[in-house]
């Protein structure tokens, strides 16, 4: 089974990222709270994807985007930028570092789940 | 209330205390300079009850925490500058978001806050693009600046402009123990400055490693901080220094700025509680006051006019007079204008009618009205409870009112003025009225009143307070369900006023709310009946009389004694409680309530007025009628207060041989 990387600072987003995962019956998740997490999370096992949130405390996804893209051993892995209207600069900042694809919040569950399997099969 | 309501409603109101004290902690520094991390904790904050509420469904709260993260984010970006309008809005809408969630705790429906919203809208645009923001090209490597966020690029310009160094601290940790030395290295950044931003890399770092790049500003300079951080340093761009120049220009500014240190704003926010708590010493204090009065009396009859008496009587009349100034005081500070509680239900009156379909138009009159601020929020429940009503049952289909002949639109109204020391807030609707005949018969059926009792309709309508009694069945418009206006005069006995209706078949219903102005310390004139003393709030009465027995006539079962030519019914206390009571030709009457509602107690003796603190009786003596509460007065005597409005009610129906259920 493929396992996802959900990297997300609020814990109802987060929750409701893996709802949307779990419905698809296909992946296991992990879970971080925040991009300094995930840097601890990151080499503990290997990742199909990386879905992260922008804004968050402490080290913020698009730092940890240019991370990954940085490091031999991550640098393949796809990465979803799900983050807010708002961070419409953010997000075209991520893409530019190297980002996968990117979803606005609030997205419907089919959105994200569409972008997931797009993502991975690529 | 379930579990996980609970659960929401307490973490909302630890965000919401939060948020308050963020929001007091910008209004404190923001002349002199507020910590980034403030405004972006109030950003998280409203972003967390975004997340939680929308989590609930409950989907009001969302909408205006989601407007208020947009409104903080533009804040730290500095698209917007704080100033007293920006602190001003963000406490008010704090105190939105506070009733909303109070109205999910008290199981109110979700306001409509599309007005909130726009509000919120349009005070962004109005603010915004105000900051200024120089360029950092040249300044600072591009590569560094692709992989900040935009708050993070916000707070580089800030720190730039402010003339602070800018540094990126470099080091290289070992995977199984990075995240606390990264930890140990964020605190003595911080020590030093603004950490901006953490980047991590793993160029140039060998396997089982993980480099940080952290970028922070600071006041600093690079050999002064190498003193501090224990790791390479690059200077991104030095600190402005020219350090006789900037000595000379920094001694000028500096008096400026102290000036600048102080807010402009006087106003502080003050927890009502905590003038509750000012009430109640001030309460405790009264007290003390009247024993020193008592004294002064006792010394003044055992010793005469001694010059110690003397000064002991006039220290008590001063304590008398700042006492009651500094009562007055407390007491204007807890009073505000009733147009507060007003808009609040102008959105039910808004929401609840497009929900029916009924199109309905508002009035209101008097918002400048002052009510105690406890008060206030105590009486915006049956207020609404009345407006459902009208609403529901008091307007008609707008057809069925075109066929009477009436304007399209129903209108309500809300009223308020002061008279004397109460406020009337009025509920006004132009609808079809109450059916009073169907009122009797259903008190009829009630046993309310026996069939063959004879009432005026302004008595007969007033069984519309009765519990159980439901309006659905007698009013024109036979829709929805009937509301229990017996909570409605409950909540107003309770606040120590009461609830009065007048309406009229096809022309509508006015519910006519008296309160008095405050709570807490009251006047009171002391009585006796038989062996008993009570004491009867000065708030509800009128007059004294001395009433002959002999002009007492009874007229269909009732005692009444007329007041200059006026039918006053009579109330014996004596009876009412099963007291004895003083034989003789005469006794005294207290005239209390007004208007229709006006009736004379019967007493035996009358001791004179007393500033009183009325103290709840607690649950035990719940059940028994027509006790406002109970009194401390000298010497630890303790007494009941007349509770005169349960008095008018069971006397006004009972004398008539109706039976209360």
Redesign the interface.
């Given at each position: 089974m493929k396992t996802i990387l959900i990297v997300e600072d609020?814990?109802?987003?987060r929750a409701l990222i893996r709802a949307v995962i779990d419905e698809l019956g296909e992946f296991e998740t992990v879970e971080a709270s925040s991009?300094?997490e995930a840097?601890?999370i990151l080499?503990q096992q290997e990742y199909d994807l990386i879905i992260t949130d922008?804004?968050m405390?402490?080290?913020?996804?698009?730092?940890?985007?240019?991370?990954v893209r940085?490091?031999?051993r991550y640098k393949q892995i796809p990465i979803i930028i799900v983050s807010t209207e708002?961070?419409e600069?953010?997000k075209k900042?991520g893409m530019?570092?190297g980002a996968t694809a990117y979803v606005t919040k609030p997205f419907k569950s089919s959105e994200l789940q569409e972008i997931i399997q797009k993502t991975i099969a690529s | 209330m379930n579990a996980s309501k609970k659960e929401f409603i307490a973490e909302a109101e630890e965000l919401l205390q939060e948020s308050q004290s963020l929001t007091l902690e910008i209004q404190d520094t923001f002349s002199s300079g507020i910590n980034p991390d403030t405004i972006?904790a109030l950003f998280?904050a409203m972003?967390?009850l975004k997340?939680?509420s929308?989590?609930f469904g409950l989907q009001g709260i969302t909408k205006l925490s989601h407007a208020l993260e947009?409104l903080m984010?533009d804040v730290r970006l500095g698209k917007i500058e704080v100033d007293d309008a920006v602190i001003a809005f963000l406490f008010r809408n704090l105190d939105i978001l506070r009733t909303l969630v109070d109205g999910i705790s008290n199981d109110r429906e979700e306001e409509d806050v599309a007005d909130y919203l726009r509000d919120i809208e349009s005070f962004r645009n109005r603010q915004k693009g105000q900051g200024d923001e120089g360029a950092t090209d040249n300044i600072i490597d591009p590569s560094i600046m692709?992989?900040?966020?935009?708050?993070?690029e916000h707070r580089l310009k800030a720190n730039l402009k402010e003339g602070k160094g800018v540094y990126l601290a470099k080091a290289v940790f070992s995977?199984d123990i990075?995240?606390k030395a990264?930890e140990a290295l964020?605190k003595t950044i911080k020590a030093q400055g603004e950490l901006i931003?953490?980047?991590?890399?793993?160029?140039n770092v060998p396997e089982g490693f993980?480099g940080f790049n952290l970028m922070f500003g600071s006041n600093r300079s690079l050999e002064g901080l190498k003193k501090e951080v224990d790791y390479d340093i690059d200077v991104l761009s030095g600190q402005r220094e020219a350090p006789q120049a900037m000595q000379a220009a920094a001694a000028l500014p500096q008096k400026i700025q102290d000036t600048h240190l102080k807010s402009t704003s006087t106003t502080v926010r003050v927890d009502i509680e905590k003038l509750d708590r000012i009430l109640n010493t001030i309460g405790e204090l009264t007290l003390a006051k009247g024993a020193v009065k008592r004294i002064g009396i006792e010394l003044a009859e055992s010793f005469g006019r001694a010059s110690l008496v003397h000064d002991v009587h006039k220290i008590a009349m001063s304590l008398e007079r700042r006492l009651a100034e500094l009562q007055d005081q407390v007491l204007e500070i807890r009073m505000v204008p009733i147009g507060q509680i007003f808009s609040r239900l102008s959105q039910i009156v808004r929401r609840y009618s497009r929900e029916i379909g009924k199109q309905i138009d508002l009035v209101m009159y008097g918002e400048d009205t002052e009510l105690d601020k406890f008060l206030a929020e105590e009486i915006v429940d049956p207020l609404m409870h009345l407006i459902r009503n009208s609403i529901d049952h008091g307007i008609e289909m707008s057809d069925n009112r075109k066929a009477k002949g009436k304007k399209e639109n129903g209108t309500i109204t809300l009223k308020a003025y002061q008279k004397g020391n109460h406020v009337l807030i009025e509920v006004r609707d132009d609808g079809g009225g109450i059916n009073i005949e169907k009122v009797r018969e259903k008190a009829v059926e009630k046993r309310l009143i026996d069939d063959d009792v004879e009432l005026v309709d302004k008595e007969v309508v007033q069984f519309i307070f009765t519990p159980g009694f439901s309006t659905k069945d007698v009013v024109s418009e036979v829709s929805g369900r009937g509301v229990g206006l017996d909570v409605v005069k409950q909540k107003l006995s309770a606040l120590g006023g009461f609830a009065d209706v007048e309406t009229k078949r096809d022309v509508g219903t006015t519910f006519i709310l008296t309160l008095p102005i405050t709570l807490a310390i009251i006047k009171a004139l002391i009585v006796r009946v038989g062996n008993e003393r009570f004491a009867v709030p000065l708030t509800s009465m009128s007059e004294t009389l001395i009433v002959d027995h002999k002009e007492i006539q009874t007229i269909e079962w009732k005692e009444v004694y007329y007041l200059r030519g006026e039918m006053l019914p009579m109330i014996r206390v004596s009876k009412f409680f099963g007291l004895d009571s003083d034989v003789g030709e005469r006794s005294f009457a207290v005239v209390v309530g007004f208007g229709e509602r006006r009736v004379g107690l019967l007493i035996d003796e009358l001791f004179g007025q007393q500033e009183i603190v009325i103290k709840t009786l607690g649950d035990y003596l719940k059940k028994v009628k027509g006790f406002a509460g109970a009194a401390e007065i000298g010497k630890h005597e303790v007494i009941l207060v007349l509770d005169t409005e349960v008095l008018i009610d069971e006397s006004l129906i009972k004398q008539k041989g109706a039976t209360y259920v």
């Open positions: 609020s814990a109802t987003t991009g300094f840097l601890k080499p922008i804004n405390p402490d080290i913020n996804g698009l730092e940890l985007i240019n991370f940085n490091n031999p708002r961070s600069e953010d900042r530019a570092l | 972006n998280r972003h967390t997340g939680v929308g989590l947009t984010d692709k992989v900040l966020s935009e708050y993070e995977l990075f995240d990264l964020t931003s953490t980047l991590p890399t793993s160029s993980i």
